[in-house]
């Protein structure tokens, strides 16, 4: 019986991992954040082998985490959050491409330019079912080139 339990502990380790390959977060950045700044910004690519929507993000480093996008609106730069980010299937998505980011709102200690910080993003395919996947976001300092990059975008 204890080898049955530790062999289906084993089957279900593995299909999480195999699951988890079913979509990868590539260039995940965000900028330092100034003293007393409550919110920060994120970026990356995300790329799932199936069709799938992003629905949500969290990270222990956060009240709240929500994806937002970026429209011009009678002249005015508007942000609103949205519900999902649309993935399709091999197809990489680029947040700031897309006018999308994500905001990390409360945080709980400032964002420092070389910390590593976790996000978990969870995935929900067609048939309702979902994943998690967990991704690391290189905190770059205000004013690096990525910074230029994004100005030069909009």
Known sequence: MRQIITMLALIVTISAKAANLEVTVNDAWGKATAPGQDNGTIQ???????????????????????????????????????????????????????????????????????????????IEYPDKHKITVEAKVAIKPQGSSQDMHEMKGM
């Open 44 to 122: 990356f690519s995300i790329v799932s082998k199936k069709e799938a929507k992003l629905v949500s993000i969290s990270s222990p480093l956060a009240g709240m985490v929500e994806i937002h996008s970026m429209v011009h609106e009678n002249g005015m730069m508007k942000m609103r959050a949205v519900e999902f980010i649309a993935l399709p299937a091999e197809k990489s998505v680029d947040l700031r491409k897309t006018g999308n980011h994500v905001m990390l709102l409360n945080l709980k200690q400032p964002l420092k330019a070389g910390d590593a910080i976790p996000l978990t993003l969870t």
